[in-house]
């Protein structure tokens, strides 16, 4: 198993950043794929960014590509998410996500593992 924590929420205003971060703990962190999603009341937990193991390829939701950047430090088991120009419709709560099998990066369904989530806020 792994364990998964987040931190980094808060609140802002919008076209402000944020940075979110996901200490893995438990087991080999190069052999996860790691993801984020996001949440708000009432709705589906929905993709956000994903990246692969070895951090050669990322993927966005059309929503947040050229705003936000994922990224990840193996040695330090760690990954990260950047916000930049930060929406309202960006709140939720965000929560990291790994998972150690092949499978479309985009499905909460696929990810094995979740954190407890953080939550941000962006004020207008």
């Known amino acids: 198993q792994v364990q998964l924590v987040e931190s980094g929420g808060g609140l802002v205003q919008a076209g402000g950043s944020l940075r979110l971060s996901c200490a893995a703990s438990?087991?080999?962190?190069?052999?996860?794929?790691m993801g984020w999603f996001r949440q708000t009341p009432g709705k589906e937990r929905e993709f956000v960014a994903a990246?692969?193991?070895?951090?050669?390829?990322?993927y966005y939701a059309d929503s947040v590509k050229g705003r936000f950047t994922i990224s990840r430090d193996n040695a330090k088991n760690t990954v990260t998410l950047q916000m930049n120009t930060l929406k309202p419709e960006d709140t939720a709560v965000y929560y990291c996500?790994?998972?150690?099998?092949?499978?479309?990066?985009?499905?909460?369904?696929?990810?094995?593992?979740w954190g407890q989530g953080t939550q941000v806020t962006v004020s207008s």
């Open positions: 990246i692969r193991r070895s951090g050669s390829r990322t």
């Open positions: 996500a790994a998972r150690e099998w092949a499978g479309d990066p985009y499905r909460s369904g696929n990810y094995e593992y």
């Open positions: 438990g087991r080999t962190f190069s052999n996860y794929f």
